[in-house]
């Protein structure tokens, strides 16, 4: 078939971006199990369902456009992180991802630690029972306050991202009279391959202590001479949504060199490395993850070939899966409002949320997949651009789609691989409200973050 007169529409060809991997799929109402969550299926009657609930139910009880998360899928990637690292290793829930008080319980009862990075991500793991001991806090600017709340609840590091602040965590510590565990982050000069926005490892970027010019190391000579601070590790970190573990083989063989220096020049082996997170999920059929023992293998064959080779002990690994837990655990329900034809070019389908609940696609260019969930099709595929209600025409939550040609105004449609980042990041733009985060397990569905109110939104505004 000639690209001309592709069943999307006669001009297919140019309004996709060059290289673009999109064609219609074989199956309209077929669901990729490497984009959506594990309970998910569709019933005998063609209805989209998680952990045995209908979506149809739970648009009528929760309303759209909502969060709705597999508590039994983030609960099984949760040990699956666990288990591939095992005990001589530490694995630490980025809550940036998405936090809140239920999550930081299921990452408690599952095993996991949490790394936060903000007083208010540290505020809501305090809360909700998680031992501070077990507890990182990041950030490239953390206020007094927020340090000083870390170091009396006893966290068990702090990851250290100026000179600035090697200074200010130490004397925060030696005024309550207590020795903060800390780590170091260093920015290895690696180009993971993603967004210039969630590219973290070169050195023209906010976060972490170059090593480049020997800064990194004048950073632990200073962290060493202080006495309220114990310096425990290095931490690294070069990007999110990584597939290839190549980048985290020369961020280790960097970051190694560095401890390294560090036992030749002070007669100190640093015991524990963290090498971040970042590992990439599938957004679309096109992304192929890997597995956590995969990931788990890979990093620790790095680490004991990096060390082995310099003459070191091998530190204790820590790593930081968030989107790779939480991502693929929650899909994004939609009610379609207008379905708009431009002949020729796409098929606008504009759905009661948009950018408000997730920003990404405005914000990186990124890629999702969509489907007609409450009800299947037989319809022809149409190209579509899944749009939101928002006064901006880069209000866009999936670029381009085939969804059936029948589409209509009422039915839902669904987002997979929403879990993370999205809720996190969402906004009052337009004063819309912000969707709730529904937990779903075993036939029962029960809020866990409940959707906004206008009066939530007026208390704010004291006028």
């Given amino acids: 078939m000639s690209r001309s007169a592709h069943p999307a529409g006669p001009r297919y060809a140019d309004v996709l971006p060059e290289g673009h ?140 991202d100026s000179f600035q602040e090697i200074v200010r965590v130490a004397h925060i510590a030696e005024r309550l009279g207590k020795r903060q565990r800390v780590q170091i982050r260093v920015t290895v000069g690696v180009e993971a391959h993603t967004h210039e926005f969630i590219a973290t490892a070169h050195e023209d970027q906010k976060f972490g202590i170059p090593l480049a010019g020997g800064l990194a190391a004048e950073a632990v000579r200073r962290a060493l001479k202080l006495d309220g601070l114990e310096l425990i590790g290095v931490h690294s970190h070069i990007g999110s949504q990584i597939f290839d573990t190549s980048g985290f083989e020369v961020a280790a063989h960097r970051v190694v060199g560095l401890l390294k220096e560090v036992r030749d020049e002070h007669g100190v082996e640093l015991p524990e490395i963290d090498l971040g997170g970042g590992l990439g999920i599938a957004y679309t059929s096109e992304d192929d993850p890997r597995e956590p023992h995969e990931i788990a293998k890979a990093l620790r064959d790095i680490v004991h070939r990096e060390c082995e080779g310099a003459g070191l002990a091998v530190p204790r690994l820590s790593v930081e899966p968030g989107r790779a837990i939480a991502g693929p655990t929650a899909f994004t329900l939609y009610e379609v409002g207008t ?101 779903v397990a075993d036939g029962r569905a029960r809020e866990i973050v409940r959707r906004e109110t206008e009066e939530d939104l007026l208390r704010l505004d004291v006028g």
């Fill in 21 to 160: 991997y999109i064609a219609p799929p074989t199956d309209l109402n077929a669901l990729d199990p490497r984009v959506w969550a594990r309970t998910v299926d569709r019933n005998a009657d063609g209805v989209v369902t998680v952990g045995g609930v209908d979506v149809k139910t739970l648009a009528e009880e929760f309303g759209t456009p909502g969060y709705f998360l597999d508590e039994a899928d983030f609960r099984a990637r949760c040990r699956a992180w666990r288990e591939a690292f095992g005990a001589d290793a530490d694995v630490f829930y980025a809550g940036k991802a998405f936090l809140c008080r239920a999550v930081v319980r299921w990452l408690n009862e599952e095993g996991l630690n949490l790394d936060v990075c903000s007083g208010g991500e540290l505020a809501t793991a305090l809360a909700a029972g998680m031992p501070a001991e077990r507890i990182a806090l990041h950030g490239n600017n953390k206020s007094e306050a927020e340090i000083r709340r870390a170091v009396e609840a006893g966290v068990g590091r702090i990851v250290l």
């Fill in 339 to 439: 379905v708009k034809e431009l002949p020729g070019l796409r098929t606008y389908v504009s759905v009661d949320g948009g950018m408000s609940d997730n920003i990404r696609t405005a914000l990186y260019d990124a890629e999702y997949s969509v489907a007609l969930v409450s009800r299947t099709s037989t319809a022809e595929p149409m190209l579509s651009r899944v749009v939101g209600k928002h006064c901006e025409s880069g209000d866009i939550v999936v670029r381009d789609a085939f969804l059936p040609a029948d589409l209509a105004p009422g039915d839902l449609i669904a987002v997979p691989a929403t879990g993370a980042y999205c809720r996190s990041m969402a906004s009052n733009y337009n004063h819309a409200l912000r969707p709730p985060v529904v937990a």
